[in-house]
């Protein structure tokens, strides 16, 4: 095992050498391949889902497992996405001069290897691995066993492109063995592995988190705040409310809590009922929300600090803008939260004061988002600050090294 | 202890929220203290050094834990410099607008608590403070027992200059207690602390990445070599070599191994030997090193492996610049590397290839320096490329978070 990661480490100054027409043809035969490919990665889907049906899998991962002739054309459209971004490779981005007379640049070059530890979906086999190979990352894929066979089945079709290509297969590798002892291994080979981005639910992630030795980019959970001033138009809170709650509340964009100003609450807060009961999400509120609306749950900490996914939704009433933010302070999870006001005020305050990778104003929750936040595609989140904060585009899996020309300076 | 840092976790949004006016008033104040309790200092500094002297520290380790009236006043230099500095945290960096009509902007903020584990060098509790707390972050200083009374006076340096400026004390938090144990604990508290970075040995520096939760920047030694090209200039080859060697062998971007291509060995190595023997530096060589200069070392591969730290240096001849290239891949430490050319194509194949945080050309290693780099200082460097490569300066302590305002947009 410890060859094989030693094979893709091997590869990576390849991989950062490729030019951007080299990086896309590969991009373009992995499209082709996939298209040709498309029975053997149905069947090899199909094993795995009789495997999921006898070992009585939850009916919303059998989902996520599940492969289509649309889903594979899904890929192939990510993969033509992938294609036309703007490669971020070898951009200076810094070139100045200093007093002893040397001239200084930065350029953006690949991180290198990076490991991805993912469940059940097996697209992300094709769009991580294309982000990857797109900013000269190779990549490891250490999927679930749940998706083994499908998970192989598209590692064959990157292995044909890549030597359609020429290139160095080892730039995509797929981990066959998911043993968790493989994992453990793994995570401490920071000798040739430079970062590990799981994606997955809290407990897959903090186990990461606890057992790695080499850099990870977390993201716990995504528990949402809305926040309705009380110089709020209503008609915008309410739609950015059900836009963020309805829309895909299994997702960690979508909005778990609404604080609403104790100022607009009694004429505000029964529009909100209306509008969720429509939408059949259940109501947890505070002491305050329970005394202006009937026939709701109370909330208590324990909800507060639960990622519902579900269409449910706790409602507190604030006494004031700070209130929120420290309602904030303490049960969100750095990753986005919204204010709706009409007062440039507040919401510089609100911009400012709250802790999260991503603060919006009068925008719904759901736009936090790779794609929709114009980065292209996303590799994942980070709700930690260190090396990215956020929606991760191509830019995050790229650092800068520094390069010093001189004409025979030397240091006094 | 959980306690105290937990306070100082708390303390992190009034940080990030300082004009860069606050926090120069305090960085003024400091500087200010320091002055009046030069005798304090050193007071608990001599305590120090005997307690040092009874333990029969090395010198190197003594000369490190001594202060004198002219080290702290260079102390105090160093805050006037910071004090300069462009503050970094609030900039825009990013400001566009997407399809979907929102406006999307990125703000630079502050990273939160940083934890500096050093050695002995007591102006670290000035140095790295002054610059985590321009840059919004407070800090946690975790420096060794054998410098611990110097440590405690300059924290109360600290506390006097914050609460002078009626800001909260645990920006800046002193951890008095210098067992191990209590090390452990901190490592595993990523609830509170965002990053750590240590600084001293390699043996220090595998300790904290291999036992911490939290990220950590990671410098484990400066194994920088010097390329000679079959076109290079000899006498600025020589003065390269002489200054990246001899001018402080001690330090990490000193020279450890020189590699000169084998079409101008013969020609140059006598050179080379003359003037390293005339500074006393010890060589050691390759067999085709050793054919052309009498009286030299044979170099083992574990010689090409060690930073010397001294006046010792490793000799390779090469039959190409790939060979060369091939040598630091497999022997260098990713900080710093150089070639000497006058061949632009060698210059760019160097560059592109060679895997380290700065590569130069003709230009000493010894720039290899936050400072001498135009950051204005350094609060470390790191070697690995999650978060920052190089040298990191103040804008190496943020990171930066997404704001998006809309006009009720929601997400179709």
Redesign the interface.
């Known amino acids: 095992m410890k060859n094989n990661i030693l094979k893709v480490k091997k590869s990576a100054?390849a991989a950062a050498?490729l030019s951007n027409d080299e990086k896309n043809s590969l991009l373009k035969e992995m499209h082709h391949v996939l298209g040709t490919h498309t029975e053997k990665i149905l069947e090899a889907n199909q094993k795995d889902m009789e495997n999921g049906k006898s070992k009585h899998l939850k009916a919303s991962m059998m989902d996520r497992l599940l492969l289509t002739p649309e889903r594979i054309k899904s890929m192939q459209d990510s993969l033509s996405q992938i294609i036309e971004l703007h490669d971020p490779i070898g951009e200076i981005t810094e070139d100045?001069r200093?007093d002893?007379g040397?001239q200084?640049q930065k350029?953006r070059?690949p991180?290198?290897v990076i490991l991805m530890i993912y469940e059940a979906r097996p697209n992300v086999a094709v769009e991580a691995a294309s982000l990857c190979i797109k900013s000269g990352n190779p990549i490891i894929l250490r999927g679930g066993s749940d998706a083994i066979h499908s998970n192989m089945a598209i590692a064959n079709c990157w292995d044909i492109a890549l030597q359609k290509c020429n290139l160095n297969t080892s730039m995509v590798y797929v981990v066959e063995n998911t043993d968790r002892k493989v994992l453990d291994d793994m995570l401490l080979w920071?000798d040739c592995i430079?970062?590990v981005i799981p994606r997955g639910g809290e407990g897959l992630i903090r186990y990461v988190?606890?057992n790695s030795?080499i850099?990870?980019i977390q993201h716990y959970k995504g528990l949402c705040h809305l926040y309705i001033d009380d110089e709020a138009?209503f008609?915008?809170g309410l739609?950015?409310l059900?836009?963020g709650k309805v829309?895909r509340p299994g997702v960690c964009n979508a909005l778990e809590t609404l604080l609403v100003h104790k100022g607009i609450a009694k004429e505000f807060l029964p529009l909100v009922q209306q509008r969720l009961l429509a939408k059949q999400v259940i109501i947890k509120g505070c002491n305050k929300t329970g005394a202006i609306l009937k026939g709701i749950q109370p909330a208590s900490e324990d909800d507060f600090s639960t990622e519902y996914l579900d269409l449910m939704i706790n409602i507190k009433v604030v006494n004031s803008l700070d209130e929120a933010i420290l309602h904030i302070?303490n049960f969100g999870s750095h990753h986005t939260e919204v204010i709706v006001t009409e007062n440039l005020q507040n919401?510089e305050r609100f911009?400012?004061?709250v802790?999260?990778?991503?603060?919006?104003?009068?925008?719904?929750s759901?736009?936090?988002d790779g794609g929709?936040?114009?980065l292209g595609a996303e590799i994942g989140i980070s709700t930690?600050?260190?090396?990215?904060?956020?929606?991760m585009g191509l830019k995050a899996l790229t650092?800068?090294?520094?390069?010093?020309?001189?004409?025979?300076?030397?240091?006094s």
């Open positions: 100054k050498l100045y200093v002893s040397i200084i350029k070059i991180i290198g920071d430079d970062l988190v606890n030795r850099p990870v138009n008609e915008m739609n950015l059900i836009n829309s302070d919401a911009i400012n004061n802790d999260a990778a991503v603060v919006m104003v009068n925008a719904s759901r736009f936090s929709e936040l114009g930690s600050k260190v090396h990215s904060y956020g929606p650092t800068e090294k520094f390069i010093v020309k001189g004409t025979g300076q030397v240091r």
